[in-house]
């Protein structure tokens, strides 16, 4: 190949790269994985287990060893099967550091509280606050590892090949990892049940799997009526069989002795009998609390975390009411009429983390600021917003503290009380506003979550797990209500339920009394009593909940005048409703009980994981030292060997043979990793290889790589000599040799915002190889063979450097963002035998003024700049790939378009669309097709998407200008339209009819092609 097909390829290649606009482009847009801090890791070993840990969270990881040892010995004997070699649990402090971590490619959300990858088998998860969630996070987890082990090979072999149930739907592997982890009693997944229930919206078997059935609640209710209709141990062998429900459901169901159909129905026959039980049963409340934001009033589907102000007119919640991310909104408290939004984490990703999930805004005294828990910069931070404007008044940095949840203010506004993680365990903290001082109140290993002023000051309510949990047995208890004296640091329960979790203790004015959520009898419900203690009084009565997303959510706030406002889960979201004081009406609750809790199918308690799970003795190591840990080596291991091919046969060149052979290294952590790839393709000439390292353990991630890389064409040839009576056949192999290397960096300012440096070098070599038999002139006698090889050209040295800064906040639709913004701004150089500046400025927004309909804008410049701007050996950059403009492109040219042109010269059309440099401005309006019918945005099964469009692009040189800088170079225009489908979730296509107005056939052109909108 000579030096000219190669330039061009190579620009061919990188056209392609700048029209590339979704996640498969990471180089070019993407959003960034920022490592805020570089742990330092050490491993503690157990029988079973290597932890890697911190030495801030020693105290921790040596109770997740512990747990991690019963988890196994548990599971073990359910599944009759030890997990084969040693089992790595990377443990983080927080969650904040556990969204840092390499070990899991890609952005980590905040509704991941655990991950286990398959091919080191590795278990990643952050400690949560309480021991029930830890151990819960951490048994589901290891139940991963137990069916990758089941149905994948041997993790020590890195054979590269995925376990098998991978394949299977999401339903069945969390919904089993769900079962055996908590059991068949669950508040949060009996109160889904009871919801879709009373909807008359229960699903079947065969559609668990669609997006509206969350597959954690969904398959743990599945899995916990198979183990009371058939035994635990069907769950068991199960997973042992091939049968995948994705494909296989009657299969599946066979084994069972039964089919589909009638599975479901008896599974709907036993969910509805317990939602009626629970119906005539429940508890005669006769409260009247009013409606205030739910997803029919213009609220999303998720209305959480609500603080209600001061006076009661206002009331803070998180919501993804605007579809792209979850903000901070306040709504009128009467009328639910949204005032105002707080925050725009969508276009402007101010703060990493709000802690929707697990945390709740606290107002001011005097209701003019809000105060929130967050992450920045991947510390945690909290932040005074002014609720009359949304403007952050100032972030109190908690650099001390790991993470930070359930803010309140003093009586006197003048400091913060909040829980605070530090080392993965969670403790009480007073922030001083005056100057940002942090004084720890508790300090041991119990949980304690909400905290509340009393009304004088003197005392935090709170709730803990310290009066229910054993630490020496990791027995986890649920939450209890307590209360710190700021005099004497001394903690006290206050007598609430013997059972259940005690939630968001709210005081009253007076100072008398705490309402707070509890669910003693299996459904959370809002209870009031004296705070000296007493007999509780019960509120409400909510046939589902009163609850937020996670099982320790803040689902209830209450006003100085005694208004309630709290969330309410129901049409398998959350609304927000409110309870005032002349609505009320407080009875004696009922007796206690469990039935509401326990998942339909059994009549009482019990199965072999219940009995597992109730037994925390065995398997349990004992207490032992804090651990020493070994330092953490950082060595690679080989994660997979890509297959070897070998090839060989007779071809008109000769016999040849070929092959190749690649393989992945990377450390535990996935900070290094070292990929290797050789290939050989007949003789060391066509030996080529690629070495590549990346390090990603500091926050300036970089990469290195060494590649010779050969490419070879070869034909034959003939050329008869009449006068010697001789012909000549030639076996003719032109090389070029690209040898080199390259270093690039990258430093991320955010998740959205980062700064690439690169630099590379590269010598191309071209030269031709001919192995010439000369033979008797029509005859196959030989008369001798010759072997040549010669250069075609001089070496072409060349090296590059650029640097570019880019954003993306873009959130994506099926075929193409949605929302949002992209922009690169790059400068490169190239020198050596070939000198330019390239420039590159790609700027790209996307609105939404109307749901469904995305407004798309582009505005892209690329240039090549300099004395070789124009080399006759880099090919021209081309306007009508349908990535840039529609309607132009290769190949739907004809020959009489070219002949109304000058005569002689180049076909006109062309000249304005090949040059070396080039801009484009693009429109599209973008909507989802099955989102059109509802005014939504919504794909339903189908990701089909209409787009309307408008192109334009221009294309000079340094010796042709465009026409409005006195040049004749003018722009080429369509308009048009397209349909996007993106096939199997994996391959976006584009089907576009477009009408071109610079061409001298000016009809219809159709186009289809594998591309991703801009």
Not at 649 to 676: C, E, H
Request: aromatic residues 10%.
């Amino acid at each position: 190949m000579n030096a000219c097909r190669l330039l061009r390829v190579v620009a061919i290649v990188l056209v392609a790269w700048l029209a590339a606009p979704g996640p498969a482009a990471a180089q070019y847009f993407g959003r960034n994985k920022v490592q805020y801090r570089s742990f330092d890791f050490r491993i503690l070993q157990t029988e079973r287990f290597d932890i890697y840990y911190y030495p801030e969270e020693a105290e921790a990881a040596a109770l997740v060893a512990r747990m991690a040892e019963r988890w196994h010995d548990r599971l073990s004997r359910f599944f009759g099967h030890e997990l084969r070699g040693r089992q790595p649990i990377i443990l983080y402090a927080a969650p904040a550091h556990f969204r840092q971590t390499n070990t899991i490619d890609g952005l980590i959300g905040e509704g991941t509280g655990g991950v286990t990858e398959a091919i080191k088998r590795r278990i990643v998860l952050p400690m949560t606050g309480s021991l029930a969630d830890t151990d819960h996070v951490l048994g589901h987890e290891i139940v991963h590892a137990f069916q990758f082990d089941l149905t994948g090979d041997d993790p020590r072999d890195r054979t590269g090949l995925l376990p098998g149930i991978l394949a299977f739907p999401l339903w069945y592997v969390e919904g089993m990892a769900e079962y055996l982890s908590l059991g068949p009693v669950d508040s949060q997944t009996a109160m889904w049940l009871r919801d879709a229930a009373l909807r008359e919206q229960l699903p079947h078997i065969r559609d668990l799997h669609r997006y509206e059935y969350f597959p954690y609640r969904w398959g743990h209710a599945f899995w916990a009526f198979i183990g009371a209709r058939y035994g635990d141990r069907a769950v068991a062998s199960l997973i042992r069989s091939a049968a995948n429900p994705q494909v296989d459901l009657e299969g599946m169901t066979a084994q069972l002795g039964t089919d589909p159909d009638s599975l479901t129905a008896e599974w709907h026959a036993a969910i509805l009998a317990r939602t009626r039980e629970l119906a005539d049963n429940g508890s005669p409340v006769t409260s009247v609390p009013r409606h205030v934001i739910g997803r029919d009033t213009g609220g999303g589907r998720y209305n959480v975390g609500p603080r209600v102000s001061p006076d009661g007119r206002l009331v803070a919640f998180f919501s993804e009411r605007d579809r792209f991310a979850v903000d901070l909104f306040i709504a009128d408290a009467e009328t639910g009429a949204i005032v105002r939004r707080l925050t725009t984490s969508a276009s402007d990703p101010h703060f990493d983390s709000l802690q929707f999930l697990s945390s709740a805004g606290a107002w001011s005294p005097d209701g003019r600021l809000l105060a929130i828990a967050a992450v920045r910069a991947g510390r945690p931070v909290l932040a005074l917003i002014d609720t009359t404007n949304g403007r952050i008044r100032r972030e109190v940095r908690l650099p001390d503290l790991d993470d930070v949840l359930h803010p309140a203010f003093a009586p006197d506004g003048r400091s913060i009380v909040l829980s605070g993680n530090r080392g993965g365990l969670v403790d009480l903290y007073r922030v001083r506003l005056d100057d940002g001082t942090v004084e720890q109140l508790t300090d041991d290993v119990y949980a304690d979550f909400e905290p509340t002023f009393t009304p004088d000051g003197t005392t935090i309510v709170f709730v803990t797990e310290r009066f229910s949990t054993d630490v020496e047995r990791l027995e986890p208890g649920p939450l209890r209500l307590a209360r710190l004296d700021l005099a004497t640091r001394q903690v006290r329960p206050i007598a609430g339920f013997l059972t259940g979790r005690h939630l968001s203790p709210q005081v009253s004015a007076d100072g008398r009394t705490i309402t707070f959520v509890a669910d003693p009898d299996g459904i959370s419900n809002i209870y009031r009593m004296p705070i000296d203690g007493g007999p509780p009084e019960q509120l409400l009565s909510a046939a589902t909940g009163v609850a937020g997303i996670t099982t320790t959510s803040p689902a209830l706030s209450m006003a100085q005048t005694g208004r309630l406002v709290f969330s309410v889960f129901e049409n398998a979201g959350h609304s927000l409703y409110r309870l005032d004081p002349a609505d009320t009406v407080a009875i004696v609750p009922q007796p206690v009980s469990d039935t509401a809790a326990l998942l339909p199918g059994r009549a009482a308690v019990g199965g072999d994981v219940y009995a597992l799970l109730s037994n925390v003795d065995r398997g349990l190591p004992p207490v032992a030292p804090l651990p020493e840990g070994e330092p953490y080596g950082r060595n690679l291991s080989l994660d997979f060997l890509g297959q070897p091919t070998i090839s060989g046969g007779m071809t008109s060149l000769g016999p040849r043979v070929s092959g190749g052979i690649s393989a992945f290294f990377s450390d535990m952590l996935g900070d290094r990793a070292l990929g290797v790839q050789a290939q050989i393709g007949g003789t060391l000439a066509d030996f080529g290889g690629q070495l590549v390292y990346v390090n990603r353990r500091h926050r300036w991630n970089w990469a290195a790589a060494a590649a010779a890389i050969p490419t070879t064409i070869g034909y034959l040839s003939r050329r008869d000599d009449p006068e010697a009576g001789q012909t000549h056949v030639s076996a003719v192999i032109e090389r070029q040799q690209a040898r080199g290397g390259f270093l690039t960096a990258f430093y991320p300012f955010s998740t959205s915002t980062r700064l690439e440096l690169s630099a590379a070098g590269e010598a191309i070599s071209f030269s031709r190889e001919m192995r010439t038999s000369t033979y008797v002139a029509g005859t196959r006698t030989p008369v001798e063979q010759r072997r040549d090889v010669e250069s075609l050209g001089p070496t072409l040295w060349l090296g590059s450097g650029s640097a570019a800064i880019v954003r993306d906040t873009a959130l994506f639709g099926a075929t193409h963002p949605i929302f949002g913004a992209r922009s690169r701004f790059e400068i490169g150089r190239t020198g050596g035998t070939i000198n330019y500046t390239s420039v590159l400025a790609d700027w790209r927004r996307y609105y939404m003024p109307v749901r469904p309909w995305t407004i798309a804008v582009r505005a892209l410049h690329y240039g090549r700049y300099g004395r070789d701007a124009e080399h006759d050996q880099i090919v021209s950059l081309y306007a009508g790939y349908p990535e840039f403009v529609h309607g132009y492109g290769i190949g739907t040219f004809t020959a009489a378009e070219c002949l109304r042109g000058v005569a002689g010269a180049e076909c006109d059309v062309f000249a304005n669309l090949l040059g070396s440099r080039m801009a484009v401005v693009n429109l599209e309006l973008r909507a989802p097709v099955p989102g059109l019918f509802r005014g939504e945005l919504e794909y339903g099964r189908v990701p089909l998407d209409l787009v309307l469009f408008a192109d334009a692009g221009l294309t000079w040189t340094s010796d042709e200008l465009p026409a409005f800088a006195g040049g004749t170079r003018h722009p080429v225009r369509s308009v048009g339209g397209a349909v996007r489908i993106n096939v199997f979730g994996l391959l976006p296509v584009e089907l576009a009819v477009s009408h071109p107005f610079d061409r001298a056939e000016r009809g219809v052109r159709w186009q289809v092609g594998i591309r991703q909108g801009f």
